[in-house]
């Protein structure tokens, strides 16, 4: 796949080059996403809506129900953020994604900020981490529904400097009843280096109980 921008710009932000002029990314998370041309049969569109995140209609935690207050509080509850959109823009992860329903594959484009430092100069690791399960967990979502990772296997083969842009190719491999395998690889934007492979297993949520925030605390809390 071929994308054309490049990252060694003056101001420091990648710049998309389209019908040979170069636009400015400074903020290329999913709602801006319609910024980035589409490729390789790969649909421009956002797999994330802020909005409706925010409202909750995406398949996120419900508010808790009756008789969970003693265990979480609502208002704390209330100011969940999606951990990838955590941090102010620029510093933390910067990416979009691009979805291809027939072929069930994620193009991720990802910058992540200085603030996502592991060894000087280079990404942390649980920062990768985390791309790639939103990545792939995108994909077993848009796949599948309402899904949590059940198994996470990173390679990590070269590290990536900290600040450059890579993409995360992400493929549905295989769906099992419940169970979705979802495989990945970041990649340099030239493909010539290869930084990490992973493979995953999503698990769909039994619909009588889908992402009843209740019934996970109640089964993750520590015996009374
Ligand atoms: C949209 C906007 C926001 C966008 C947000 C974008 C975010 C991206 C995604 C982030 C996702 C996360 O980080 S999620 C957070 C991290 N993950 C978690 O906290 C999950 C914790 N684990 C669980 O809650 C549970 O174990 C589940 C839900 C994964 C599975 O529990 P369950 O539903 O009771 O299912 P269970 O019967 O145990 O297993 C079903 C089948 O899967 C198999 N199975 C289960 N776990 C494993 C495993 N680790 N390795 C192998 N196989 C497994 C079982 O053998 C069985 O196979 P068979 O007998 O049927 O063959």
Known sequence: ?????????????????????????????P????????????????VVDEQAYREGKLGTARPAGEGTSELIN???LSQGRLFTRSFE??????????????????????QGGPHLQGMPGFFHGGA????IDATVGMNAIVSGGIVMTANLNINFKR?????????????????????LLVSCNVQSVDEK???????????????????DIKELVLKSAPPA
């Not at 801006?32 to 569109?45: A, E, F, I, M, N």
């Not at 990490?196 to 889908?210: M, Q």
């Open 74 to 76: 609502k208002e704390k």
């Open 89 to 110: 823009d620029g510093l933390g992860f910067e990416y979009v994604m691009f979805y291809n329903d027939a072929e069930k594959r994620i193009v991720c484009v990802f």
């Open 193 to 211: 280096i290869l930084y990490t492979e992973a493979t995953s297993l999503f698990v769909k949520l039994n619909p009588e109980k889908e992402f």
């Open 159 to 179: 590290p990536i400097p900290l600040c450059s842009i890579v993409l995360i190719n992400s493929q549905l491999d295989k769906i099992e009843g419940r169970k």
């Open 31 to 46: 709602h801006v996403s319609t910024r980035w041309p589409p490729r390789d049969g790969l649909q421009g569109k956002a």
């Open 128 to 131: 990768i981490a985390t791309m």
């Open 1 to 29: 796949m071929q994308i054309d921008y490049y990252s060694n710009t003056q101001d420091g932000h990648p710049h998309v080059v389209k019908d040979g002029h170069p636009h400015v990314v400074k903020d290329c998370r």
